[in-house]
């Protein structure tokens, strides 16, 4: 047993940890999110340099990381420091499924990826589909040597901004099967995709994505025809896994500054964390944290089983996340008062961030139906 | 025993929702039930229609041009009101100024200010909480000295709500340093277009402008604006608090709020079927309702009391944290049942007119819902502080 980083994962936590702390300031990202595009393209490119981007792709993938532990390495500082940049959607999800099911032509898009000069996004979630995985209605069908993609798709992380969409599509089936589903890359400006973006409550921004006869070459068709469910299931498992990490840094922000002020800020004389009636909850938010991180561990640890034992840790991760992070995240809103309430201070941000992260990939009740189905196989 | 309305109260009941059928208008209510932010004209209509009536101050004496109720009959009208979506009577010059004035203002003060505060004249706001006082609101700094025949005002408050739609702030302001914190304050009316204030918004975290913070730099205040006796203005500001804490439950508001989220229960999916029929949804949709049912009753009883003319005192710190961690159960519920589409952002001043909403038309404000009401919680006296008043009461050390 061993609960050490390696030394390599240690140097990637201290740099990302100290470029953040004195780069991603408050003041910075609350300009970055008011902005109109959303994100920082300049600290898109210095985070990609320092090689965030490489640590999520395996060394054959073209990264130097990509397991489960350092997926959360990276993933806890980037919550810790409220950051908004899509990760997540260019390279866990879309650049993830590209990894993972690419052909060689495919996969060049990557090496773009890593040095931080293209962006992605997963069109997967449709209007009523809700958390579940399988239930895809956008249709795909051939013609003439090429296929036509029609449906809609909703709240698609990074939509605009993305150079190319991986899309989740139908060949065949009923839309609750997990059989049938293909996924096809297709470049933004294609003729009959057309999105319609807003920023999210949590920072960056998605678009409402239609595609009414998009025609794409055979060639764009990514992995297996009919057959990339449990390749789609894996990756968004390890996207729970990063947004439990996420969530565990923001928890961890959250924590500190509530101590910090529950140690400055004076009422009736003394600093109000004097009052026991605070401490004792701040206590059991400590509690809880500790928790939340063995939750994000003992999942990661898990990445690489079969399936069942895989999808039952991750669910148990995300499920514990989603009630510490409410927890921690209006606590620590009740314990400072109406200063939380601020757009301005840094807390705001960060606990819009824990909260509107149980509402990706599946929130606290959907991880644990997941989690009672997955135990019981 | 009998939990059921007499007949004079079912009839009053009936009254109240003839005239909100017939007077409510949709555009209004529409609003209210979307969970969109109301104009300071949208108050001002409603307000207007209420005058007209004689509902307005619905606890005010009719004397004063109230409508005289007890605390049953303005009860009813409250629960009517928050079921047919009304817009919230604005509380600050109705339920937290005209009272203070009534019990303790001069009759010039009387005659002056209550009229204007029925007609919307003048649109109040509260300067109680200042950036240093908060809890501990008998740490208040901003000073007034006397000048002659004026009070020479300076210092900050903070956390004012619709102080930028204000023309008056009625202010606790220290006149005495010397004296122990309770004693030194004097409740002072403050024009807000005197020169020296100064109003500044303050965003909050769900993208609202509704609270700013107030600076007053060598404002002069006629000191007719004083109220009551110099250095008294803690008792006047208690007693206004014991007025703000009436419908604190917030029935209305919760019993509104969770025909809503049934109503989205309903139209959701989870596993191809209703949300509502979610064996884990409807588990916790059953909790807050079973919760709300009995805090409703509990409010009842407190409320008859008081129409017996008994004042209620730990009993309203009670519903008071009750009734907003139910308020705040329905809006997280109300959040998770939405799903993925609790998470775009779309504020209303980015909705064209012809635009359709993002995802389904109730899902927009239902984050932002979630988080502005936060406050219920920590304002009007947080419920730290309720507990500690509980508490105390109970155990007597
Ligand atoms: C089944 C059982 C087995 C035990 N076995 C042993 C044993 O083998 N050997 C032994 O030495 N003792 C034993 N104990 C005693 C045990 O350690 C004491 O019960 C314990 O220390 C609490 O003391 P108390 O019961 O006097 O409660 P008190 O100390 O009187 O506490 C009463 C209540 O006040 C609370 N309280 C006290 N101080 C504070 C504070 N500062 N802030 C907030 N709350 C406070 C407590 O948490 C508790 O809820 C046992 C007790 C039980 C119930
Ligand atoms: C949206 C909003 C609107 C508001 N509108 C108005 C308005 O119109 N006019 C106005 O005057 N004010 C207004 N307020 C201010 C509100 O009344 C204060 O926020 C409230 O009194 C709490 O004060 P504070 O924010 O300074 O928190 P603090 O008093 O600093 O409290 C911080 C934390 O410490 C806790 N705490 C403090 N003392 C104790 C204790 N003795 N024991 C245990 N815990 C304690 C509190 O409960 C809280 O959790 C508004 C606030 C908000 C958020």
New interface residues.
Partial sequence: MNFELTSERQMLQDTLRRYLGDRYTTEVRNRIIESDAGMSAEIWRELADLGIVAALFTEDQGGFGGLGFDIVTVFEELGRAGVVEPFLDTAVLAGGLVADLGSEAQRAVLERVVGGEAQLAWAH?E??S???LSHVETTARSLDGGIELNGRK??VVNAEAAEALVVTARESGEP?DPEGLSLFLVPGGTPGLSL?G?????GAR?A?VTLETVHVPEAARLGPAGDVYSAIERRVAMANVALSAEALGAMETAKALTVAYLGTR????RPIGT?Q??QHRMADLMIELEQARSAVILAAGHMADERCSRERHVSAAKNLIGRVG?LVA?ES??MH??I?????YEL??I??RI??L???LG????H??RFIAFSHV | MDLSDTPEELAFREEVRAFLSAHLPARLSDRVRAGKSLSKEDHEAWHAMLNTKGWLAGSWPKEYGGAGWNAVERHIFEEECALAYAPRILPFGLAMLGPVLQAFGSPAQKDYWLPRILSGADWWCQGY?EP?A???LA?LKTRAVRDGDHYLVNGQK??TTLGQHANMIFCLVRTDPAAKAQEGISFLLIDMTAPGVEVRP????D?TAE?NEVWFTDVRVPVENLVGEENKGWTYAKYLLTHERTNIAGVGFSIAGLERLKHIARI?????RPLIE?P??AA?LAKVEIDLMAMATTNLRVISRAAEGQAPGVESSMLKVKGTVIR?EIN?LT??AV????????SEA?EGANEPP??PDYAGPV??Q??NN??L???GG???VQ??IIAKTLLEL
């Avoid at chain 1, 004076?266 to 004389?269: A, D, L, P, T, W």
């Avoid at chain 2, 959701?268 to 191809?272: A, F, K, L, Q």
């Avoid at chain 2, 799903?339 to 779309?346: D, I, L, N, R, S």
């Fill in positions: 979630g209007p009523t809700r958390y579940d909703s709240v609750d319609r807003y920023p999210l409550m949590g998605a409402e004076k009422q009736f004389g009052f009636a605070l409410r209006e809103i009740q008062g109406g939380a309430m601020s757009q301005e705001a941000h606990a819009k909260v509107m149980d509402h990706r929130d606290t009740d959907h644990m139906e | 909480s240093g908060g809890s501990d740490s903070t956390w303050i965003l909050l975290l993208g609270v959701e999916r989870s596993g191809g979610n884990h949804f916790r705040q997280d959040r998770r799903g993925p589409y609790a998470m775009p952002f779309v980015l993002v995802g984050a932002a979630y988080f936060r406050k919680s920590i304002y947080s419920n730290e507990r500690q």
